[in-house]
């Protein structure tokens, strides 16, 4: 049995990794912003196994260190950075909280959490979940993207400075049906349910992601030849994008 620390578990992927790992009855951390009561996790998880942090908060890693040894729980076999918020439109018209808020749930959060955590990750694996799109322009996301492509930078140092120590996988999914896009701003009509999948089918393909290893993955063959040009043709995605907002 693996001890299991997933943040975000309240909604969206973090929830769906959660159901996938409890059917598998692997012992489970769950960190979300809202009370237990007020989640889909009451009826499913024990309240003792959920830990309500506000990532957006400067000392959300120090709270979720303290909430583990009050617990009990002195190692983790896995720690998957799944929390994070989005923003659509243009950057100029984004409120300089959100832009804050969005740099300390998906950037910020990661860091530090995964440094006081690194003691009790000694031989075990920390994942982040990053985005396609970390490799691409992505106009009215510009923050979001700043801040997945950060992750992998982070990731990329991490994995030499830990080799032999600690597990460091990235994970890009693509566009998933999952409220994120709604809390964006994204209108739901943007999101086709018949071309994104669900929560549910991207969590598996994580979960099989993170299980075979690799030190990164990404979901789906569609995002794998998108993110491939972001890699290599990002000159002409970029050009194509500004032909488009012209």
């Excluded at 002195?74 to 804050?100: K, V, W």
């Excluded at 969005?102 to 694996?125: D, M």
């Amino acid at each position: 049995m693996q001890t299991i620390l997933i943040t975000g578990a309240t909604d969206g992927l973090g929830l769906a990794l959660a159901r996938l790992y409890r059917a598998q009855q692997q012992r489970l951390l769950l960190i979300g912003r809202r009370a237990f009561t007020d989640t889909p996790l009451l009826g499913e998880f024990w309240p003792e196994d959920y830990g309500q942090v506000d990532l957006a908060q400067i000392d959300a890693a120090e709270q979720i260190e303290q909430w583990l040894e009050r617990r009990g729980s002195p190692r983790l076999d896995l720690l998957i950075h799944n929390a994070g918020q989005g923003y659509h439109g243009p950057t100029e018209q984004q409120s300089g909280d959100n832009i804050a808020a969005l740099v300390e749930v998906n950037l910020w959060a990661p860091i530090a959490l995964t440094h006081r955590l690194l003691p009790r990750l000694r031989g075990g694996k920390v994942v982040f979940i990053s985005s396609v799109v970390s490799t691409l322009p992505c106009p009215e996301y510009a923050v979001y993207g700043a801040t997945k492509a950060a992750l992998d930078g982070l990731a990329r140092s991490l994995r030499i400075e830990l080799q032999g120590q600690v597990t460091i996988q990235v994970i890009h999914p693509g566009a998933t049906r999952t409220g994120l896009h709604r809390k964006s701003g994204l209108s739901p009509e943007a999101i086709d349910a018949a071309r994104f999948p669900s929560a549910e089918v991207t969590a598996s393909r994580i979960e099989q992601a993170i299980a075979a290893g690799s030190r990164q993955a990404t979901i789906g063959l569609s995002n794998r030849l998108l993110r491939l040009s972001g890699l290599y043709l990002n000159g002409l995605v970029a050009a194509a994008l500004r032909r488009r907002y012209r």
